[in-house]
């Protein structure tokens, strides 16, 4: 990776993006010595442009960003950093630094929404009190839907198809994050395969 560090007085714009949702979580700048830091420590240091020194991202809050690729851009003055967050990425307490509704695909959404019941662990919620169940009944209820969903399609009612085909990706998300995984899991597996077809 040869950067071109001159153009803006040492420093390269990094975006910083979620390996799983894709979602842009936050911009910062790095210099030569805080690139070298973050890949061999695989943990986003930054320079600090207000404290002017290094600053890993997390040092204080324990939110680190974990490092899975890093891509330079065309010119050679950028990078893009796909990363597994532990936790929150902006100090405002939320995901992103930037608005939310527009970076997040309602998958992903629905992702993080199912994430969130099952660590509140809340009685109410009806994902919580599935997952409190176990694998084997999540594994079972996806099974029911799946099954609803091929009486259905071989009928003529469109809404209760598409009804059961919702209740059918929803309980996969569920099975899905029982298992450790998620949707960008599974799309990593379908696309190697199509580079294979």
């Not at 995901?95 to 629905?110: G, I, K, V």
Request: proline share 2%; net charge negative; glycine share 6%.
């Amino acid at each position: 990776m040869t950067l071109d560090f001159s153009k803006y007085n040492g420093l390269i714009p990094t975006i910083i993006q979620d390996n799983q949702t894709q979602q842009v979580l936050m911009l910062g700048y790095m210099n030569e010595a805080a690139l070298q830091k973050t890949q061999e420590e695989n943990i986003v240091t930054f320079f600090s442009r207000s404290k002017k020194r290094l600053w890993t991202k997390g040092e204080t809050s324990g939110n680190f960003l974990k490092v899975v690729s890093i891509k330079e851009d065309c010119d050679q003055d950028a990078l893009l950093i796909q990363v597994i967050p532990n936790g929150p990425t902006c100090h405002n307490g939320t995901t992103s630094c930037f608005a939310e509704e527009a970076q997040l695909p309602f998958l992903n959404q629905l992702e993080q929404i199912i994430e969130n019941r099952i660590k509140t662990q809340n009685s109410d919620s009806y994902v919580a009190s599935l997952f409190q169940k176990g694998l084997n009944k999540i594994a079972q209820k996806v099974g029911e839907e799946a099954v609803e969903l091929v009486i259905e399609a071989k009928d003529d009612n469109a809404d209760l198809f598409i009804g059961e085909a919702a209740d059918l990706l929803f309980h996969y998300l569920i099975l899905l994050k029982a298992k450790g995984f998620g949707l960008k899991n599974v799309e990593t597996v379908l696309k190697d395969r199509m580079k294979n077809k």
